[in-house]
């Protein structure tokens, strides 16, 4: 079955980077679309990022474009999101998930505040 764990979450200064892994198993991430999203407190869950199945193209949100990059190790079975010149606003749970199905990862806490 799916199955989705997020990590590499933390606290970060303005300004400051983090790189985000989902690991994916019960399906191929190289085959399949993969998306990034995010909730912030008293906010509902919004999308963030997704990379689409064999052509690996991508696509994001305004509110994070030119600033997070997503991808993928199709050895590992894991898709990344890289985040830099990270904001207050993008404080907030990040989950990742397949397209297809219904199954979240637990998500991985990002906080940027100095």
């Known amino acids: 079955q799916v199955q989705l764990v997020e990590s590499g979450g933390g606290l970060v200064q303005p300004g400051g980077s983090l790189r985000l892994s989902c690991a994916a198993s019960?399906?191929?991430?190289?085959?399949?679309?993969v998306s990034w999203f995010r909730q912030a407190p008293g906010k509902e869950r919004e999308w963030v990022a997704s990379?689409?199945?064999?052509?690996?193209?991508?696509n994001y949100a305004n509110s994070v474009k030119g600033r997070f990059t997503i991808s993928r190790d199709n050895a590992k079975n894991t898709v990344y999101l890289q985040m830099n010149s990270l904001k207050p606003e993008d404080t907030a749970i990040y989950y990742c998930?397949?397209?297809?199905?219904?199954?979240w990862g637990q998500g991985t806490q990002v906080t940027v505040s100095s």
């Open positions: 998930k397949v397209l297809g199905s219904n199954v």
């Open positions: 019960g399906f191929t991430v190289g085959t399949n679309s």
């Open positions: 990379i689409y199945d064999r052509l690996g193209s991508t």
